[in-house]
């Protein structure tokens, strides 16, 4: 009897579930983050009775939620890069790959994966590692550290460009094998290439140095909004450019 899970078909399912899996563990740990904590902690900020319930939060509630985060979009990143791997060999190799429309769209939305990636682990948990020891710090009758307002501010502006990512991340991901377009075989790569890394290194650029207001993604409606607007842009583009 055979069984179609252990196949190479059922080896790519395999992977596919547990990239899923650790997806949905890291996308929802990045909107509770963004659209119900950081929200609820404003809230605390400005009752003075709430305050002190934030560093409790910080302290305890936090450093949970940032494991799963972390681990989640460590999983995901591992994951995606072995059903990558495994879908070009099935398609027969690179050369082939890079002539199918899937490979525009999961290359372009790898590429943003990666940088969320990366964001999470070189910048939103470093700084937010500061935050948290600052919090237990103050609940032991120590002083605050100075630099972990500063570091929570530089965790916040890369989450939530993460977020601002994530939805064409998710568009381009369900795009690569549900939205089959027509590309030239023989279309300038370099020039989609060079078309993300503009794009994706300006955006990157402000989570890094600048700020929130600077392309409006302050508020969940805004990051929303700007979200799909980001997405249609990438889309366009690569149906453009892959023609």
Not at 61 to 69: E, G, H, Q, T
Not at 143 to 165: E, I, Q, V, Y
Request: proline share 3%.
């Amino acid at each position: 009897m055979n069984f179609a899970l252990f196949s190479m078909p059922g080896l790519e399912m395999i992977l596919r579930f547990l990239h899923y899996f650790a997806g949905v563990v890291w996308i929802g740990m990045l909107y509770y983050f963004n659209f119900v904590q950081g929200e609820w902690f404003k809230e605390l900020d400005a009752d003075e009775k709430m305050k002190p319930s934030r560093g409790v939060a910080v302290r305890t509630l936090v450093p949970r939620a940032l494991a799963w985060f972390r681990y989640g979009a460590l999983g995901t990143f591992l994951t995606g890069v072995f059903l990558i791997g495994l879908k070009i060999h099935m398609l027969g190799g690179m050369a082939e790959t890079f002539r199918s429309s899937w490979w525009a769209y999961i290359a372009v939305g790898g590429a943003f994966g990666t940088v969320m990636f990366l964001n999470v682990w070189l910048i939103i948990w470093p700084n937010q590692k500061i935050v948290i020891a600052n919090a237990k710090q103050v609940a032991a009758g120590g002083a605050a550290n100075p630099a972990a307002a500063g570091a929570g501010a530089k965790a916040g502006l890369a989450s939530r460009h993460n977020t601002l990512f994530s939805i064409p991340l998710l568009f381009l991901m369900g795009a690569a094998s549900h939205l089959p377009s027509q590309i030239n075989p023989d279309y300038n790569g370099w020039k989609l290439c060079a078309f993300v890394a503009v794009v994706l290194g300006a955006l990157e650029l402000n989570a890094i140095k600048g700020k929130t207001d600077t392309i409006k993604i302050t508020s969940i409606m805004g990051v929303t909004h700007i979200g799909i607007v980001l997405t249609a842009i990438l889309y366009f583009g690569i149906e453009v450019l892959t023609k």
